[in-house]
C-alpha cells in the first residue's frame, strides 16, 4: 500500500514553509492531502498565498478562528473535533506539522490520540514536525507550550540546525528520531526572491527606494495585547524614524490593528501604514529595506538570508542563530532600548553567513519520510 501523508496548517508562514515540501510530493507524485484549519482567515494575510505560491486549495478548510486570545482551549479543542474526523476518514500514514501554532498543537495532538486506540483500530499515525526543537525558553508565549508539546509527540524532528538538535537530545528524545535538514524557509525564500524581483511593483506602489525605509512587523500577544508595552514599542519606533530620518513602512496585521483601535493608541508621524501584502510583495520590502524591525520569527529568518538587519522587538528569540552570525539583535520593547539596536544594526555589514540551510531542506524532509 502507498503511505499517505497530510499536511496540516492554518496560517501565512506555515504556508509559506511548507509550500517548497508540497511542491515536491506532487512533483514526486506522492499521495498526500492538505487540510486548513483556518486559523488566518483574511484573505490578504492567508489565501492569496496559494495564488502566488502556486499551490492548489487544500481538500478540507476548517474555518475554526480563535474567539479570544485567552481562550487557547476553545480554539485547540474546536480543531481537535474536526481533525480527528478527517483523520479517522482518511488513515493517513503521517501527519506533518511546522511550526508553533494552535494548528501544529493540534495536528500533533490529535494524531497522538489516535495512535493510543491502535490496540482496538489497529490503526498507527506518525507526526512529523518541521523545524523542530525552538526554544524561546519564555512559557509565557502560547507558541513556546505549542512547539514543545508537539515535539514530544513526534516521531520524526526535523531540526534547522544542530543547535536544535541538542536541545532536544537535553530534554530525552531519542537521538534517531532528529535530523537535521536546515530550514524549508531558505528553500521557499531562494525559490521566490527571483520572482518577486521579476514580477513585484510594491516599491513603485508605495513610492519607496531601496535602503530609502524602514520595515516594520508587529503582532505577537504578549506585544500588542498590553497597552503599556504596545505604546513603548511605538515610541521606540518614533525614536528610530526620528534619528534614522527614514520613514517606516508597516503592513499591520489585522490583530494589531483591532488593539491599536481598543487601547486608542496612536502610530508615530513617521510610520506608512500600508495593507497586508502577499509573500512575493513582502519579500521585495524585506530585500530592499535599510532595516527590519519585527517580532516575527519568520521574519527573523527571512532578514537573515537576505541578508537584511534585523532588530527583533522582543525580550527573547527561538532563532538564537540569526543574533549569533550578526543579522539580528534583541532590542526587548522599552523605547531607549530599541533606539540603541536599530542604530547599532543600521551600520552592520551585511556579510554574515546564513545559518539556517542551503535551500534543500524540503528534499531532506522527504527522503526520510519516503524511507522510514
Known amino acids: 500500500m502507498k503511505k499517505k501523508f497530510c499536511i496540516i496548517y492554518g496560517t501565512r508562514p506555515e504556508i509559506i514553509k511548507l509550500s517548497p515540501l508540497i511542491r515536491l510530493f506532487e512533483k514526486r507524485k506522492i499521495s498526500f492531502f492538505c487540510i486548513h484549519t483556518g486559523q488566518h482567515y483574511s484573505y490578504d494575510m492567508d489565501r492569496v498565498f496559494f495564488k502566488e505560491l502556486g499551490l492548489a486549495e487544500p481538500k478540507y478548510q476548517l474555518n475554526i478562528r480563535s474567539k479570544a486570545p485567552y481562550r487557547q482551549g476553545l480554539h485547540t479543542g474546536q480543531m481537535l473535533i474536526e481533525l480527528e474526523n478527517i483523520l479517522l476518514d482518511e488513515l493517513p500514514y503521517c501527519v ?5 501554532t494552535n494548528s501544529v498543537l493540534s495536528g500533533a495532538l490529535t494524531a497522538e490520540k489516535i495512535s493510543t486506540t491502535e490496540s482496538y ?7 512529523a514536525h518541521v523545524e523542530a526543537g525552538l526554544r524561546s525558553f519564555d512559557r509565557l508565549m502560547p507558541e513556546e507550550t505549542n512547539r514543545f508539546i508537539a515535539d514530544h509527540l513526534s516521531d520524526f524532528l526535523f531540526t534547522p540546525t544542530k543547535n536544535e538538535k541538542d536541545i532536544l537530545l537535553r530534554e530525552g528524545v531519542p537521538k534517531n528520531w532528529i535530523h537535521v535538514t536546515g530550514n524549508t ?7 521566490s526572491i527571483r520572482i518577486a524581483g521579476k514580477k513585484s511593483k510594491i516599491l513603485e506602489e508605495f513610492c519607496l527606494k531601496q535602503d530609502q525605509y524602514m520595515l516594520l512587523t508587529l503582532h505577537r500577544q504578549e506585544n500588542v495585547d498590553s497597552r503599556k508595552i504596545f505604546a513603548d514599542i511605538l515610541c521606540g519606533i518614533d525614536k528610530v524614524a526620528r534619528s534614522a530620518k527614514l520613514p517606516v513602512v508597516f503592513p499591520m496585521h489585522p490583530r494589531t490593528a483591532k488593539m491599536l483601535e481598543h487601547f486608542s493608541l496612536k502610530l508615530p508621524e513617521k510610520v506608512i501604514v500600508v495593507r497586508p501584502v502577499g509573500f512575493l510583495d513582502f519579500l521585495w520590502l524585506e530585500q530592499n529595506a535599510k532595516l527590519i524591525l519585527t517580532d516575527s520569527g519568520g ?7 537576505l541578508q537584511v538587519p534585523c532588530v527583533t522587538l522582543r525580550n527573547n528569540t527561538e532563532r538564537p542563530e540569526t543574533v549569533k552570525v550578526g543579522a539580528n539583535v534583541i532590542s526587548g520593547t522599552k523605547p531607549e532600548a530599541i533606539l540603541r539596536a536599530a542604530l547599532k544594526m543600521i551600520k552592520r ?5 546564513n545559518p539556517l540551510g542551503n535551500g534543500r531542506a524540503s528534499e531532506l524532509i522527504l527522503n526520510v519520510l519516503l524511507k522510514s
Open 349 to 353: 555589514k551585511r556579510n554574515w553567513k
Open 121 to 127: 483500530t489497529g490503526f498507527h499515525i506518525k507526526v
Open 96 to 100: 506533518i506539522v511546522q511550526g508553533d
Open 185 to 191: 524557509i531558505v528553500d521557499a525564500v531562494k525559490q
Open 299 to 305: 521574519v527573523q529568518e527571512e532578514a537573515c538570508i
